[in-house]
């Protein structure tokens, strides 16, 4: 009974569904036909767009923070990784920045010895300093030429601004020198304004030089220029030694109280120039022939 009525009801229905079937593939065919000729459905399909949307959105947005997240992460450690880039570049450009420094300050003061060689008439050779004296009671220092290269005791040095001071000691490859503000230093001066002539007398203070025996009554005043008086054959004449600071006259006392400052910046010379003159002792021109004559 079932199976006979079964067989009596599926016959009935594949009809139906097969007109379905046609019936809607006419209608899709007749829909896309306006539709592709006079744009009739561009309403409707705004309209299902429009009401889509907040549906896409909600499916689209998980992937979409991870995708954010993702990058924010990339991020930021891209810019951890190039700020600690930077900060190495910036420490290595400041350290090349100081070394670039410390090469034109070291030409600056080559340039200007060259320049002051290139006005001195006698034979000289520029030397480095090796070391300067730690007791702060004696004012030395050592430079890196020796008798192997002419140099003698008592020989003067100077740099591009003045007198510096003299060998003291000779050794084969280096020697040692004092300064002119030693107080065991004395050095003949003369006033270049009007060659009134005294010794310079070291105080042990690195910038300071005193002028023991200037009477009162001399012509010598804040200002003055001191060079080299050329006496006593250690020191040639005309080099610069220092500058007249102050003139205290003292009533009823034979001398003057006058001080001075080196021309030469003691504390920061890093080059020196030896000299030789015309007929001194270990003339280059006989000993040494790496040292030069300018004219």
Same mark, same amino acid.
């Not at 992937?63 to 990339?74: G, I, K």
């Not at 001071?165 to 304004?193: F, W, Y």
């Not at 102050?246 to 021309?263: D, G, K, L």
């Given at each position: 009974?079932?199976?006979?009525?079964?067989?009596?009801?599926?016959?009935?229905?594949?009809?139906?569904?097969?007109?379905?079937?046609?019936?809607?593939?006419?209608?899709?065919?007749?829909?896309?036909?306006?539709?592709?000729? *006079?744009?009739?459905?561009?309403?409707?399909?705004?309209?299902?767009?429009?009401?889509?949307?907040?549906?896409?959105?909600?499916?689209?947005?998980?992937?979409?923070?991870?995708?954010?997240?993702?990058?924010?992460?990339?991020?930021?450690?891209?810019?951890?990784?190039?700020?600690?880039?930077?900060?190495?570049?910036?420490?290595?450009?400041?350290?090349?920045?100081?070394?670039?420094?410390?090469?034109?300050?070291?030409?600056?003061?080559?340039?200007?010895?060259?320049?002051?060689?290139?006005?001195?008439?006698?034979?000289?050779?520029?030397?480095?300093?090796?070391?300067?004296?730690?007791?702060?009671?004696?004012?030395?220092?050592?430079?890196?030429?020796?008798?192997?290269?002419?140099?003698?005791?008592?020989?003067?040095?100077?740099?591009?601004?003045?007198?510096?001071?003299?060998?003291?000691? #000779?050794?084969?490859?280096?020697?040692?020198?004092?300064?002119?503000?030693?107080?065991?230093?004395?050095? $003949?001066?003369?006033?270049?304004?009007?060659?009134?002539?005294?010794?310079?007398?070291?105080?042990?203070?690195?910038?300071?030089?005193?002028? $023991?025996?200037?009477?009162?009554?001399?012509?010598?005043?804040?200002? *003055?220029?001191?060079? #080299?008086?050329?006496?006593?054959?250690?020191?040639?004449?005309?080099?610069?030694?220092?500058?007249?600071?102050?003139?205290?006259?003292?009533?009823?006392?034979?001398?003057?109280?006058?001080?001075?400052?080196?021309?030469?910046?003691?504390?920061?010379?890093?080059?020196?120039?030896?000299?030789?003159?015309?007929?001194?002792?270990?003339? $280059?021109?006989?000993?040494? $022939?790496?040292?030069?004559?300018?004219?």
């Amino acid at each position: 009974m079932v199976t006979s009525r079964q067989e009596n009801i599926n016959p009935t229905r594949s009809p139906a569904l097969g007109l379905r079937l046609l019936a809607l593939i006419f209608l899709s065919i007749v829909l896309m036909y306006v539709d592709n000729r *006079d744009n009739h459905l561009n309403s409707v399909r705004k309209a299902i767009g429009v009401a889509v949307y907040p549906l896409r959105v909600a499916v689209d947005a998980p992937v979409r923070f991870w995708s954010w997240l993702s990058d924010s992460t990339t991020s930021r450690n891209e810019l951890e990784l190039e700020l600690g880039r930077l900060r190495v570049e910036r420490l290595l450009t400041k350290a090349r920045l100081q070394r670039f420094n410390a090469l034109e300050a070291e030409n600056a003061r080559l340039r200007a010895l060259l320049d002051a060689r290139s006005r001195v008439r006698d034979a000289v050779r520029v030397a480095e300093i090796m070391s300067v004296d730690a007791n702060p009671f004696s004012h030395s220092l050592v430079i890196n030429v020796g008798s192997r290269d002419g140099v003698f005791d008592g020989q003067a040095l100077v740099d591009a601004d003045g007198v510096v001071g003299q060998v003291i000691k #000779t050794g084969l490859l280096t020697s040692q020198a004092m300064l002119i503000s030693d107080t065991d230093h004395a050095l $003949p001066v003369e006033v270049n304004r009007n060659g009134l002539r005294t010794i310079a007398v070291g105080t042990g203070q690195i910038g300071s030089l005193k002028l $023991p025996f200037v009477v009162n009554s001399a012509d010598i005043r804040a200002g *003055d220029l001191l060079v #080299t008086s050329g006496l006593g054959g250690v020191f040639p004449a005309g080099y610069p030694v220092a500058v007249v600071a102050s003139v205290t006259r003292i009533p009823h006392e034979p001398y003057a109280n006058v001080s001075a400052t080196p021309a030469a910046a003691l504390g920061q010379v890093r080059e020196v120039m030896l000299i030789w003159s015309a007929g001194a002792q270990g003339n $280059p021109a006989e000993n040494s $022939p790496a040292a030069g004559h300018v004219e």
